[in-house]
């Protein structure tokens, strides 16, 4: 088991042909994901190393039965990509995008919620899921993620930021912890998945049996995945929040990451999520730390 | 990206939204200019974007052109906590019969637009709110369906807007909205709305937050980039295309990643440090990425040590330390390096480092993100 994808997935890569797409698609193939199709309009009928390339989402889904979708376009194309997508009957979207308007990106979350409730959005400006040993749809370095070990208690990641994504795998492969889905949602101010959604998806997946969760100054999503955790995550949970130093006012790199009118600080996020029961580190290896000692209560 | 005061009134009168006839200037005389033109009597206002302008003396009535060039004298080149004055905005002033309060933003969590209005502006709104919080109506509106002139007058009658002013305040809501949507605002903020004793309803002030990601459908907000209130570093930061923010510390710091960024700034303060600033290189760590970085610390005075700290995800340690040994030939630092290289065949990056010859007194590499941070603020502090 895993959240969102496994080995089963079909993915098409929306811009497969590409820089991005292109790279990207290839790595995610190369890992072992399926990757059955690329969509760029007016190409349809080439390929991409062997990877079929089509005109429409309609048509890849048509040929392939793709179930998901990895959107790797510029930001003025992305809405419409998404969109197209969702249309299609595609059921799990994730979009890399940085640079998204916010405005664009409301319209597409709400038109999403109110035409297409079966369609899950992952991103934008996200690194994407992996599910080690089994799919990786997205930017994040298979390798360093260790696979599921069997009949060990296994880790399920989620996390606003790269960088800090990649480096919480690291941490866990490097004490031999393997980790059930790792999921990036991003650090815009609307992403289409939140703490909350993947936070109740590895609360009933019988592969994950902690949790890490690291997020970020801006916004309430942390205070909110906090409420949540209170009232249904039974399973235990490390966190690491960054940006207890960052100053107000000031967006730290990601369009979502700001302290505005005194809230979304760090320290208030880190006293929601110690209150729900989280053991909060103070910086990612000590969240790292804090797990491998849950993991290993978990054990004995 | 925070427009001033003259901005963003300009961009509300592109969307039809009424404000006072005026201008801006820059000096004295062009101040006496825009204030026969606007009529009297006016408001010289300074144009700073920080609040408590008229407590601080940045806004003056002037009744004729010699109280207009003693007030733009006073005015200009005024130090309001810390900002100082290079513009000051000269309207018409106006008759206030009633001051209320209108703005838009994104509501995070709702994931919907949000409209604030209240019939009690031109003070504080978050003390109105704190006071009376019936006073304020918050009203969530689908950015799909968009909001219309008659959801707009009910908030206002929700909001006891008073029955001569309904009209003309749902008037601007509607057209503010356009503003906030269509000209992708992350806040769109008059405070306060005022309504004159002809029953006319308009804007006093503007507040306009841009949203950085839509720039590119917007080449008019170029001339707002060239007034964008930045530091010499940051400005330096800028011309290499680098996510920079200056602050007050003595570390350096470099990461590839805005989450590993802010992680970064966070150790070297659990540590005892502090730091010089807020710099992502992104995913990748080149040459000439690095070396531009590098240059712009180099450029901060209160620079004492370095920490690069880089995560190789799909930009393997090997290549990163490629880069970062290329940039030190390039780049003549005045502080030390501390570096943090984990990751994708970070081993053999460390490898590189070590074997490039760099002296200890330049270079050091550490294992993790802490022992790198506690030796560069060590060194910052002059302990080492």
Redesign the interface.
């Known amino acids: 088991m895993a959240i969102f994808v496994d080995e089963r997935t079909k993915v098409i890569v929306q811009g497969l042909t590409g820089g991005q797409g292109k790279y990207h698609g290839l ?1 995610n193939r190369a890992y072992g994901t399926q990757v059955v199709g690329g969509v760029t309009p007016g190409k349809g009928g080439t390929d991409v190393e062997g990877i079929p390339v089509f005109d429409s989402v309609a048509e890849a889904v048509a040929a392939t039965g793709a179930t998901a979708s990895f959107v790797a376009v510029p ?2 194309a992305a809405p419409a990509a998404i969109l197209e997508a969702a249309r299609a009957g595609i059921g799990f979207v994730v979009c890399i995008t940085e ?5 664009d990106e ?2 597409v ?3 999403l919620v ?1 035409d297409h409730p079966a369609t899950r959005l992952l991103g934008p400006n996200c690194p994407g899921v992996i599910s080690p040993g089994k799919c990786n749809i997205g ?3 298979g ?2 993620a260790l696979p599921p070990v069997p009949g060990r208690p296994n880790v399920g990641i989620v ?9 919480a795998l ?1 941490e866990l492969k490097q004490r031999g912890i393997g980790v059930s889905t790792c999921v990036g949602i991003g ?1 815009d ?2 992403p289409g998945t939140s703490f909350v959604d993947c936070l109740a998806e590895f609360q009933n997946d019988p592969e994950t049996a902690a949790i890490i969760m ?1 997020g ?6 942390e205070e ?1 995945a906090a409420e949540f955790i209170t009232a249904h995550v039974t399973k235990p949970m490390s966190a ?1 929040i ?6 107000a006012g ?8 700001i302290i505005s ?1 005194g809230k979304g600080t ?1 320290q208030g996020k880190m006293q929601a999520l110690a209150a729900a029961g989280v053991e909060v580190g ?4 000590e969240a790292g730390d804090l797990m491998a000692g849950i993991v290993a209560s978990l054990s004995s | 990206m925070d427009l001033f005061e003259y901005q963003g009134k300009q961009y509300f009168a592109r969307f039809g939204i009424p404000v006072s006839p005026g201008g801006v200037a820059d000096t004295v005389d062009q101040a006496v200019a825009v204030a026969q033109s606007a009529g009297y009597p006016v408001v010289v206002k300074a144009q700073v974007q920080v609040g408590g302008r008229g407590k601080a003396g940045g806004i003056k009535l002037a009744s004729d052109a010699d109280e207009v060039r003693l007030h733009a004298g006073n005015i200009l080149g005024m130090d309001i906590k810390g900002h100082v004055v290079h513009r000051v905005w000269v309207e018409h002033a106006s008759d206030i019969d009633e001051e209320y309060y209108a703005s838009f933003t994104l509501d995070r969590a709702a994931k919907k637009h949000l409209l604030m209005l209240s019939a009690q502006g031109g003070v504080d709104i978050e003390e109105v709110a704190a006071k009376d919080p019936s006073a304020l109506v918050k009203l969530h509106i689908d950015p799909v369906d968009g909001l219309s002139l008659e959801t707009a007058r009910q908030a206002a009658v929700t909001a006891r807007i008073p029955e001569r002013a309904l009209a003309g305040t749902a008037d601007i809501l509607v057209t503010l909205y356009d503003c906030f949507t269509q000209g992708d605002c992350d806040l769109a903020e008059i405070n306060p709305l005022i309504l004159k004793p002809t029953g006319e309803v308009h804007a006093l002030d503007a507040k306009v937050s841009l949203d950085a990601n839509a720039a590119f459908r917007h080449p008019e907000w170029d001339e707002y980039r060239a007034t964008e209130v930045l530091d010499d570093r940051e400005q330096l930061a800028r011309t290499h295309d680098l996510q920079y923010i200056g602050l007050e510390g003595s570390v350096g710091i470099i990461a590839n990643g805005a989450g590993l960024a802010m992680s970064t700034l966070d150790v070297v303060n659990q540590v005892g440090g502090t730091a010089a600033n807020f710099l992502d290189i992104g995913g990748g760590a080149n040459a000439d990425v690095m070396a531009a970085a590098l240059e712009v610390i180099n450029f901060d005075q209160n620079v004492r040590s370095i920490f690069i700290n880089i995560f190789g995800g799909i930009t393997r340690g090997e290549e990163v330390a490629k880069g970062i040994v290329e940039a030190l030939s390039r780049v003549d630092l005045r502080a030390p390096i501390v570096i943090r290289l984990d990751g994708t065949n970070a081993e053999e990056g460390r490898e590189i480092l070590a074997r490039a010859g760099i002296p200890e007194s330049r270079l050091i590499s550490k294992p993790t993100m802490l022992e790198a941070a506690r030796a560069a603020v060590a060194i910052a502090k002059g302990s080492n």
């Open positions: 790595r930001p003025k640079g998204i308007p916010a405005q409301a319209k979350f709400n038109t109110r930017i994040t370095a390798e360093i996390s606003r930021s790269g960088t800090l994504t990649y480096q690291y650090g101010p609307v690291i970020e100054i801006g916004g309430s999503a909110e690491y960054a940006g207890v130093t960052a100053p000031k967006k730290m790199g990601h369009a979502g990451a009118g760090a103070q910086n990612p290896t």
